[in-house]
């Protein structure tokens, strides 16, 4: 199993650029979710999903968006980059109910707004 | 209000001796879940170890243990005979239901250096 894939590693845009983090997962899980991590401030939550064309806000979603049309996908827009986004993002999913539901995250993109 | 406090940004420890990261957290659901992450410098978070609110025992999971102090809301971490592959970023999280769903919140981590 691939589990958690992220695509890109890295990438550098120009304030004002928008992209797409991609994300997807091969776990059948439901319950998907963004976070940012920056030095000195943790992970933070930006948006989740818990099923497919179910999403939720978490505690910075100014600048961003997400959408789920499938189970496996759940990818994260920038719209208008701005260098307050520069960060490094991980995606994460699981099974809600499934014990413990462990967040198993992707390998992480580092993204750098100049 | 911060929900999970990781006071020690940065710890020493020399290997073979044990070490404990301190994490509490704050919730009003009964329902909690406590889990530790390591970060190692290249940069993936790899899950350690898990407790439930309602687990009566402590968790341990080889050389990791999880002292679980609920009445404290304490969560701390304890790694036994440090190793120098243990240096790297340590998470605490918890995952409470909000509005009938679940949220993953994390502290701002312990980065942990283990000195030979």
């Known amino acids: 199993n691939a589990g958690v894939t992220q695509t890109p590693k890295f990438q550098v845009l120009k304030t004002g650029q928008s992209m797409t983090l991609q994300c997807a997962q091969d776990m059948n899980h439901e319950y998907m979710s963004w976070y940012r991590q920056d030095p000195g401030m943790g992970l933070r939550l930006i948006h989740y999903s818990v099923g497919a064309g179910i999403t939720d806000q978490g505690e910075v979603p100014n600048g961003y968006n997400v959408s789920r049309s499938t189970t496996e996908d759940f990818p994260l827009r920038l719209l208008s980059a701005a260098p307050s986004q520069t960060s490094v993002y991980f995606c994460?999913?699981?099974?809600?109910?499934?014990?413990?539901?462990?967040?198993?995250f992707g390998a992480g993109s580092r993204l750098t707004v100049l | 209000a911060q929900k999970i406090t990781q006071t020690q940004p940065g710890m020493f420890v020399q290997e073979k001796e044990a070490v404990t990261l301190d994490c509490t957290y704050d919730t009003s659901d009964p329902s909690y879940g406590l889990f530790w992450y390591k970060q190692p410098s290249s940069g993936e978070m790899i899950f350690l170890i898990y407790q439930g609110s309602y687990d009566q025992q402590n968790a341990t999971e080889g050389r990791y243990s999880l002292n679980f102090q609920k009445a404290r809301k304490s969560a701390n971490l304890v790694i036994s005979a440090s190793q120098l592959g243990d240096s790297a970023m340590y998470f605490c999280a918890m995952r409470e239901v909000t509005s009938g769903t679940y949220k993953y919140i994390f502290g701002t981590g312990t980065r942990l250096k283990v000195l030979a």
């Open positions: 994460a999913s699981t099974e809600p109910g499934s014990g413990a539901n462990v967040l198993t």
